[in-house]
């Protein structure tokens, strides 16, 4: 008996041992995809990118090392990037219908990946059915879920920058007005919505559910509005509370208003899990080591227990960096401090590919933003099966595009080529996620003599992943006191660390530690 019970505490010790050996052997970082899926694919030859076209292309999104999508919002808009809806409940038809919404997400789900949606219920267009029936109608249910400039209330109250409509890139003009987020008919209705994208049948398996939700625009104060105030306690705190009682496991990141704030008090206040680095990001592109010191110690160590930075170089409201810095080894430098610093990565759709574009100044108008959102490229020729060109032939957007072919700027172009960006962040992200420091460590600097280059720990238990870069255009040199005899550098396997290292123009090192 004696033998069994110490054969039994062997085996569930050799069990736990190996488990644990395991987890760090199999533990993967978690690198986000943000998509403006209007631009990505198009499956059905209307131009439009759609939820059958990003179905379609999950096996690239895998190849590459995505394991998670962002999407810009699903609903029923007029706007081209979706933002401010006709109405929260119904998916825009040029994406699909809520069957193929729904097909998307279990096949997402059966491949191990997770889908955010991004929700912004602040503001309505005059098509929604709050403004229709609200609108010079006191005896409306609706007539406190929005504000209203006049007692009679048939002035909607204006919207973000003070604006009643907005002219879209087609030329149409969109009335939009200000949801009162201070109704507690709004809060409930808010619960509901999100509630049902978390789980759409309700039958608390969530395989047809996201995993979470990107939070646009969120304010304390929205847009100085003099009744929308201490909205994080009062409607964004008790709208996470409800949803995560649906699903406890879910991820909610906020937009920042201001993005030079670090959005510590949306993580105590407001309850949100993850906020955007926006610091981290402009260091990372300034190739400024002391700046990259300095938030890096403030973003990825002063963040609280259990909360998370999203860390990015490009997202939809930016100009890609591509067209700031043409220099392929530079977005090589921008991409690997992206991957591997630390915090949640999240490439922006093309990013990998070197994808331009900036905002353009062509008056008043949504168009502006094309240049940012413009179809993926998938082509050398910049044509063929697929190619989202919605905004064809409807402004300069489309005259002045960026897009080009035999430019070196599309996925067929780089695919095979193994020095190209693409293959770079293939290969990169293939080491973050065989590494469990990089996806379960700590960052911690590491002190060189030499003010161009930047070298950093990830460290998790005995496991230690040093990275060194090059900020310049010259050959560097370097020494630190942490020298390690014995380490192998994974980009460049001839590549040895001494007691002074040279770096190459913008090179990259990624030492493990022996």
């Keep these: 008996m004696k033998k069994h019970i110490l054969l039994c505490l062997l085996l569930a010790t050799s069990t736990i041992i190996w488990a644990q050996k395991n987890k760090k052997i199999t533990a993967k970082s978690e690198i986000i995809y943000h998509v403006c899926q209007r ?3 198009d499956s059905n030859g209307d131009l439009n990118g759609d939820l059958n076209g990003l179905r379609q292309k999950l096996d690239y999104l895998q190849d590459l090392g995505v394991t998670s999508i962002l999407l810009l919002p699903l609903y029923e808009a007029d706007c ?10 119904k998916i825009d038809p040029e994406f699909g219908t809520t069957e193929e919404y729904i097909e998307l997400v279990k096949d997402i789900h059966k491949r191990d990946m997770k889908i955010y949606m991004d929700m912004e219920t602040q503001y309505v267009t005059s098509k929604h059915l709050w403004w229709k029936d609200a609108v010079g109608n006191r005896n409306s249910k609706y007539s406190d879920y929005l504000l209203f400039d006049d007692a009679e209330h048939k002035t909607p109250s204006t919207m973000v920058f003070d604006l009643r409509e907005l002219k879209s890139y087609d030329g149409s003009i969109i009335k939009v007005t200000t949801v009162n987020l201070k109704s507690k008919a709004v809060l409930d209705y808010n619960i509901k919505l999100f509630s049902y994208f978390l789980d759409p049948n309700n039958d608390g398996k969530f395989d047809d559910g996201v995993d ?11 847009d100085a509005k003099p009744t929308l105030t201490n909205l994080f306690t009062e409607f964004w705190k008790p709208l996470i509370s409800e949803i995560k009682k649906v699903n406890p496991k879910i991820k909610i990141v906020a937009e920042q208003a201001d993005w030079n704030d670090y959005g510590f008090e949306y993580f105590e206040k407001a309850t949100v899990d993850r906020m955007f680095g926006f610091g981290l990001k402009q260091a990372i592109l300034s190739f400024d080591k ?3 010191i300095k938030n890096a110690a403030i973003i990825l160590n002063k963040t609280p227990k259990g909360k998370e930075q999203i860390l990015f170089i490009e997202n939809h409201d930016l100009d890609r960096f591509a067209s700031l810095e043409t220099n392929i080894e530079k977005q090589k430098v921008a991409a690997a401090l992206m991957l591997l610093i630390g915090g949640v990565p999240s490439i922006y759709y093309g990013q990998e590919i070197g994808m331009q574009g900036k905002v353009y100044s062509y008056g008043n ?3 502006n933003d094309i240049g940012r959102r413009e179809a993926f490229d998938w082509y050398q ?3 063929g099966k697929g190619m989202s060109f919605w905004y064809k032939n409807s402004g300069d957007w489309w005259t002045n595009a960026n897009l080009k072919p ?3 700027i599309s996925l067929e172009e780089q695919l095979n080529n193994p020095n190209s960006l693409f293959n770079f962040y293939k290969k990169t992200i293939k080491i973050k996620q065989n590494y469990s420091a990089f996806a379960e460590g700590i960052y911690e600097n590491v002190e060189n003599n030499n003010s161009t280059v930047f070298s950093f720990y990830r460290k998790e238990g005995n496991n230690t992943m040093l990275v060194t870069v090059n900020l310049s255009n010259k050959i560097q040199e370097f020494i630190f006191n942490d020298f390690h005899k014995s380490a192998q550098d994974l980009l460049e396997l001839k590549h ?6 040279l770096l190459k123009p913008f090179q990259i090192s990624i030492w493990k530690i022996k």
Aim: charged fraction near 25%; charge should be negative.
């Design 381 to 383: 020729s910049g044509e």
């Design 212 to 222: 979470g939700f990107r939070l646009d625009h969120a304010m304390n104060h929205l």
């Design 80 to 89: 081209y990037h979706n933002y401010f809806a006709n109405d929260f409940e």
């Design 365 to 367: 108008t949504d168009g």
């Design 406 to 408: 035999n430019d070196g």
């Design 290 to 292: 002391e700046q990259l």
């Design 39 to 41: 631009s990505f694919y």
């Design 496 to 501: 040895q660390l001494k007691n002074k290292t």
